[in-house]
């Protein structure tokens, strides 16, 4: 992505997704959201805990 030498937190956060358990992580459209897709509701959920002790706001959210 374009902008992950400038902005190394989108960066930081997609690796920190991936190494919780997902199978992708991105960034969503110019920013500043960054999403992760998760094969169970359980592991996102963790993962959505430990980025949230990171500082970060984090969600649990399903497709339709």
């Not at 030498?5 to 989108?10: D, E, K």
């Not at 969503?28 to 430990?50: H, I, Q, R, T, Y």
């Amino acid at each position: 992505n374009a902008v992950f030498p400038t902005h190394s937190c989108a960066k930081s956060l997609c690796d920190s997704m991936k190494s919780l358990g997902a199978d992708g992580a991105m960034m969503s459209g110019s920013g500043p959201a960054v999403f992760g897709l998760f094969k169970d509701k359980k592991s996102a959920a963790n993962a959505a805990e430990n980025i949230k002790r990171m500082g970060y706001l984090a969600f649990v959210c399903e497709t339709v």
